[in-house]
């Protein structure tokens, strides 16, 4: 099994900028594709971003594309979120998962693709 703890959350005003970080524990790091989702009061569990194990492949929901900017470091076991431009609707509780999967390519885009996931970090941006 792998662990996750993400953190970097925060309070921040329109137009500003925030660096997520999940630290993974466990298991190697390296053959786990990575991605970050998050969650709304009230809302569905949304897709927001997302890594191949090889670093190689990423893949953004369309409303983030050109703002958010997710990368890993294998060295430290860590994936990040640059979010950059922030929006009141990027207001939400942001979470990390992780698959293991022998594909260097592959990426998930649902929740399904998933099965080990973090406590997530709460992302509040004021107008």
Do not use: H
């Not at 979120?81 to 009141?88: D, F, G, H």
């Not at 399904?112 to 997530?120: A, I, T």
């Amino acid at each position: 099994q792998v662990q996750l703890v993400e953190s970097g959350g925060g309070l921040v005003q329109a137009g500003g900028s925030l660096r997520l970080s999940c630290a993974a524990s466990g298991r190697p790091f390296s053959s786990y594709a990575m991605g970050w989702f998050r969650q709304a009061p009230g809302k569905e569990r949304e897709f927001v971003a997302a890594i191949s194990w090889s670093g190689a492949d990423t893949n953004y929901v369309d409303s983030v594309k050109g703002r958010f900017t997710i990368s890993r470091d294998s060295a430290k076991n860590t994936v990040y979120l640059q979010m950059n431009s922030l929006k009141p609707e990027d207001t939400a509780v942001y979470l990390c998962a992780a698959r293991e999967t022998s594909a260097s390519r592959w990426y998930g885009s649902r929740r399904y693709d998933y099965n080990y996931w973090g406590q997530g970090t709460q992302v509040t941006v004021s107008s």
